[in-house]
């Protein structure tokens, strides 16, 4: 399995970004796939969830409103749009493949690199 991240970069407060993930290796349509985000010094953290098939979607409290999770499933490409950003969004955000609804880091067991996101004030 592959998850590959993408798309993360400088942008200013109030901006917007659309990261990116290409998953690869098997077939997803038993599996959740997640949004995570992790900031210096501070744990690993849920941002938003998907079932692969569709029909359930989940956000972090802190991201809801702000946030849109989808895939395209022809593409085997995961997104999460992420508008109005805020510095306390600046993080390594990660996708990761693994128990649908669930919020915590460990049901994962497939995980991409991260790509950083940076918000300036």
């Known amino acids: 399995v592959q998850l590959q991240a993408s798309g993360g970069g400088l942008v200013q407060a109030g901006g917007s970004l659309r990261l990116s993930c290409a998953a690869s290796?098997?077939?997803?349509?038993?599996?959740?796939m997640g949004w995570f985000r992790q900031a210096p010094g501070k744990e690993r953290e849920f941002v938003g969830g998907i079932a692969w098939t569709g029909g359930f979607t989940k956000y972090a409290d802190t991201v809801k409103g702000r946030t849109t999770i989808s895939r395209d499933t022809a593409k085997s490409t995961l997104y999460l749009q992420m508008d109005d950003l805020k510095p306390e969004d600046t993080a390594v955000y990660y996708c990761?493949?693994?128990?649908?609804?669930?919020?915590?880091?460990?049901?994962?067991?497939?995980w991409g690199q991260g790509t950083l996101v940076t918000v300036s004030s």
């Open positions: 290796g098997r077939c997803f349509n038993n599996y959740g």
């Open positions: 990761a493949a693994g128990r649908t609804a669930s919020t915590l880091p460990y049901d994962y067991p497939y």
